[in-house]
């Protein structure tokens, strides 16, 4: 399909050709016959045409490329305030075409309406003050209701997050993301410190915080449709980005200055998988920060549930706790008691060998 | 008495011959280490040229693995070495060049090679002046700008590459050798040359201001200045404002790189060890990185916008439309180019309550350049337009500016510019609007410009091929690129292969498509070397004036001599667009012609200005004086 705007482009530079050779021979005959003070040759009004063909063939490519791409862009956005930024993008989209079309075609049609003609003096026309002011005043007009429907927006997306909101934390290493969830009990993520990362609590869980004994990681992102979502987005080593396209959801992340995003998933990925006819298809988080060799494979899947599957996920889920238990040494003394809860009584802590728990929680990240 | 006058007369010859003759140099002081403009600006055009073609060719590279991801590359091998495995290019390699192309393309071509090109040949010409305030300052500015291009280049040859965090540098990506190979020796010497190239623009600007603001001829007062005149000084000031903190952000990084401090880095666990640096900030690295980056597209594309005016009106045959209201809005720009760099940094997690006053300043932003847009427009209407290739990329350019620049409304919209930030739809936008826009200027700027540099004209002929080969080339490459932008392709992606919904199938043959473009608009280029160098020797003999021009770089002779005018400077009388003026003879009147020479065609507040033409006369002796120590 795309082959066709090729096949249009090389018209496009047959046609520039044929201009300039037509051009090349006409400036031969006629060098000479001109007023020689004017720096003027032949190819004038083969150029001049060169703009009218320019503009005509150009909007047909511009229009029919469209057209031809419209089908790959993004589906309508699967969350709340997608659908609003996808309005005002389309709506804004409407009106630098139509600028972008009227100034090119006034700029290539007076290039062809007035190029040289013999005798003819150009009007000495320096100034008109009411133009001036009408061009300045309109534009700002625009740009000043766009701006405020924009600021509206973007008031919106970057308000405080509900407080029901479900709280994930999403930390980008190089080259991947770490999920955590805030767990089955309490809601809340623990603390996190990036001195304490090892090559099992790949994200620094801080154990002397009773916030984390239920917090249970993942490695792939699950999030219920129709709730607000609040991501708590972190860095490990470098400046990543959490982008989720069809959420039309990015923020940085960066390394010290935890960032966050809240929004509302509107679409399920079956819903998606319904709309696109592909059974097979999956929601992805990508990096959109140039963060290192591996920067452009740096994604992970993301699967919007219905609310209950969701928390039917939630609820099988085991507390990072639960897998690791050698890490209950890390708790304080007086919370060992509630820590205790979360370790599974066939393994008591104390005994269990590091390597194999640490064994155990990589087997469950790539699970 | 006869003799007494004609003795006199003489000995002032003699006076100037006498200073020629002293200043007639050896060929390294003529041609290498040179304190004349034309000179320099030659130097600075030729080292551009060159950097272009090497700036382009690293992007054919990556348009060849974006283009075509499957191709074998092993052809590459005895150009790229190592860095072809496997009939592939190297991942990190890839981001070496779209660093490289973009910090080449940004600084050493449209920065130095415009900027520094046009502002050292027509500052002097245009405004009447010898030469430059400083010479040995401004030949200081281009051999900083040598030996910057030279550590540049030696850098991509290291074996762990040259800098690869993209343009922008941000770090901890480039602070931390551990993350990548590019971020060692590569980044140490990226930094050293982007120091030497500071300086170098520092020098550059600080002359251009001295030599617009004190050496101007008689008469030639800030109103009658052409507008490349004030396109290149607000650029001036643009660079004198920034390029210092992108210096102060440049030296922090080297601090934290290799001094232990912990500027811009906090809180980092990188290769399975905790860094001790705590209290960084790597955002604050960014603001300073923008508030040179912003200002920066218009140190690029001022200039360019300047060589237009002035190219338009030439070729129109008629006086700029509205040229106070041009002057103002380059003002315009120039402040607002200092507030808005922050919309660079929307999703960056910086407050978004600044975010909102960012996007209010850059949408502001887009009036002053809507007014230049129009203006170009209607200079063209009912003109008498005559398509030289300076004019044709004059025309192109505004094109290219309106294109790339309506998009910027888009990206300008924090609640947009969510979804597009880092996608390819702002690869498309400035590439357009800053990228080929200015290039556009720099190309209008050497075929008008090329008879006054070297006496001789460039082919006019292939002058047109090389025009419309470029102009649908260039639309083509980067108009479809907004469509892969809007479907979600992140940018600075070695392949879109982790895309949801197998996106890379359905762009390839667009991505295929731009590829193929972009190699057949580069090598058009070739088309322009060979006129540009065969020219200089071979060209048709160029005459005084040959585009009719009322400039003053368009009186000196065909050959310009050291001092630019073999006698007096001429005197400035009248604004420098005088084209088509109702009642005159021909169709332009230069500046340095009175308005007490041509009564048919003055305005009633021309025959005014007549009696204040003996004042500006009668300052020539103090002007002479400025130049006889």
Known sequence: ???????????????????????????????????????LDGANNSNAVGFLIFLVLGSIAAAWSFLASQPDFLPEAASEHGIKTDNMFWITMGIITFVFFL?????????????????NVATFYPVNHKLEIAWTIVPAIVMASLVFSGLKVWNEITAQAPADAVVIEVTGHQFGWYVRYAGNDDNKLGNQNYKLIDDTNQIGIDFSDENSFDDFTANELHLPKGVPVLLKIKAQDVLHSVYLPYQRVKMDAVPGMPTKFWFKATKSTEDMRAELGKSDFNYKLNCTEICGRGHFGMAITVFVDEPEDFKAWVAQQKPF??????????????????????????????????????????????R | MATATLHANEAHAHGHDHEHEHHEPGFIRKYIFSEDHKTIAKQYLITGIIWAFFGGALSIIFRLQ???????????????????????????????????????????????????????????????????????????????????????FTSLFLETGPASGGWVIYPPLSALPQAMPGSGLGMTMWLMSMTFFIVSSLLGGINYICTVINLRTRGMSFTKLPLTIWAFFFTAVLGLLSFPVLLSAALLLIFDRSFGTSFYLSEIYIGGEALPNVGGSAILYQHLFWFLGHPEVYIVLLPALGITSEVIATNARKPIFGYRAMIGSMMGITVLAFIVWAHHMFVTGMNPFLGSVFMLLTLIIAVPSAVKAFNYITTLWKGNIIFTPGMLFSIGLVSLFISGGVTGIILGNSALDINLHDTYFVVAHFHLVMGAASFFGLLAGVYHWFPKMFGRMMNKTLGYIHFWLTFAGVYSVFFPMHYIGIAGFPRRYYSFTALANNAQDSFADLNAFISIAAIITFSAQAIFAFNFFYSIFKGKKATQNPWNSTTLEWTTPVIVGHGNWPGEIPAVYRWPYDYSKPGAAVDFIPQNVPFSATPESNLPEETEEIENEKEIDGLLDTQNSVYSH
Do not use: C
């Open chain 1, 103 to 119: 100034t090119n075609a006034l700029l290539f049609v007076f290039a062809f309406l007035y190029r040289y003609k013999k005798n």
């Open chain 1, 1 to 39: 399909m795309t082959y066709l705007i090729g096949l249009l482009s090389v018209v496009f530079l047959v046609l520039a050709f044929m201009i300039v050779s037509k051009s090349m021979a006409l400036s031969k005959g006629i060098k000479g016959e001109e007023d020689s003070s004017i720096p």
């Open chain 2, 66 to 152: 974006l283009g075509f991801p499957d191709l074998n590359l092993d052809w590459l091998k005895p150009v790229l070495g190592e860095w072809i495995v496997e009939g592939k290019l190297e991942k990190e390699f890839y981001l070496a060049l779209v660093t490289m192309h973009g910090t080449i393309m940004v600084f050493f071509v449209l920065t130095a090679g415009l900027s520094g090109t046009f502002s050292n040949f027509l500052i002097p010409l245009q405004i009447g002046a010898r030469d430059m305030a400083s010479g040995f300052l401004n030949m200081l500015s281009y051999w900083f700008f040598f030996l910057s291009s030279v550590i540049m």
């Open chain 1, 321 to 366: 706790l639960a897998q690791n238990p050698d890490y209950l040494t890390k708790v304080p003394e007086k919370l060992k008691a509630k820590a205790q809860k979360y370790i599974p009584v066939e393994a008591p802590a104390a005994e269990s060998d590091s390597t194999e728990a640490g064994a155990g929680a990589t087997a469950s990240l790539r």
